[in-house]
């Protein structure tokens, strides 16, 4: 049960607020980005996402750079608040296509709507697009997607010019296209988080992938589809050694740590052939997630070399090299380097090594 929820830009703009049970004071959205933004000078650097602040207990979390805040003065379950603001915000994407200030702005009303039937009196009632559709009348207005990245964090890496256009899965699901036809399109994106430690001298000490199967349908009926996996997947290591699949019989093989599933997903098959049944509903949703730890070739490899310069002074140079072909081109690189916060100045060397890049950032 949430008393409030409300929507804030990265300047504190309150964009959209609904009070289900007026519980709580009015000046909570100012309350909770005064508290958000200073939080830094407590010395515990950035805010948690649950925190309390007078008795008010505050949910947070951050989507395309929007921050989707629920409050209460009861205790509810932390995770269960966290996910359902994850979920509102997936809706919202749905039926308006693209998420950003500009977007809410000129569908506040069919937010609003939206919001109306989530939520009743602070209790949630569905979070299904599929199910909004036979109370939600609003049609959507179009936001202009000229302006918005073409390449998204599903297409960090592209080869040649064989990509879709970045504003083809940017319209809302509701929405026909013009002339009234339906869009009978779907999309699957693989995302993957890669985490790896290196050592000073280049040697990988961890590595871990956490991945998600994405999908967004714009089918109508409802069909059931069926998605292929890689036969050799293998979920859990069966007691054997990790290093048992690098041999030559087992070199195709994708070992999983652990992996769950979307609820309209059917395992019926999977055990046999690794194919996932489900009837996609309407929206963006996620068709799997998983946890991977097996031993795999990173797409770059960072070398730090630091040397004393003096006293005072120290010299770091970071080496990064494209460990993909030279077809593949990487965009949006960002290399970060944490520094002490004494540090006066810096001046960060950084090469990059047989690596076709698009646009890179440096911070430091």
């Not at 207005?141 to 010019?161: E, K, Y």
Request: glycine residues 6%; contains cysteine; charged residues 25%.
């Amino acid at each position: 049960m949430i008393s409030q929820f409300f929507v804030l830009s990265q300047r504190g703009d309150n964009i959209v607020f609904r009070d289900y049970r007026g519980e709580v004071p009015k000046g909570s959205a100012e309350i909770f980005f005064r508290k958000v933004k200073f939080w830094k000078e407590d010395g515990e650097g950035d805010a948690p996402p649950v925190f309390n602040v007078d008795g008010v207990n505050y949910f947070h979390v951050k989507v395309a750079g929007l921050l989707f805040v629920a409050t209460t003065r009861v205790n509810v379950s932390p995770s269960l608040v966290l996910e359902l603001l994850q979920r509102i915000a997936r809706v919202i994407k749905d039926y308006l296509g693209i998420l950003n200030e500009d977007s809410l702005r000129k569908n506040f009303v069919l937010v609003y709507e939206l919001l109306d039937e989530v939520i009743d009196f602070g209790y949630v009632q569905t979070t299904s697009t599929e199910v909004l559709k036979s109370y939600v009348f609003n049609e959507p207005i179009v936001v202009d997607a000229a302006r918005l990245p073409t390449l998204g964090p599903a297409s960090i890496f592209m080869q040649g010019t064989k990509r879709m256009p970045g504003t083809a899965v940017t319209k809302s699901v509701v929405a026909n296209e013009p002339g009234g036809r339906k869009r009978e399109e779907i999309f699957v994106d693989i995302i993957e988080k890669i985490s790896v430690t290196f050592s000073s001298s280049g040697y990988i000490l961890t590595s871990e992938i956490d991945g998600t199967i994405q999908m967004k349908s714009y089918l109508t009926g409802n069909p059931e589809i069926r998605l292929a996996l890689n036969e050799e997947l293998s979920i859990g290591r069966g007691g054997r050694s990790i290093y048992d699949y690098n041999s030559s019989t087992g070199s195709g093989t994708v070992i999983l740590d652990d992996c769950n599933f979307h609820e309209s997903v059917h395992l019926d098959s999977f055990d046999i052939d690794r194919t996932l049944t489900l009837v996609p509903p309407d929206g963006e949703f996620p068709v799997m997630n998983y946890r991977m730890t097996q031993e795999f070739k990173p797409p770059f490899r960072i070398n730090a070399l630091i040397e004393e310069a003096g006293a005072l002074r120290a010299e770091v140079i970071l080496k990064v090299r494209a460990e993909f072909p030279s077809s593949i081109t990487a965009n949006t690189i960002q290399v970060q380097m944490p520094l002490p916060p004494y540090t006066t100045r810096y001046v960060l060397l950084i090469l990059f090594l047989f690596c076709k890049v698009e646009w890179t950032r440096y911070i430091a």
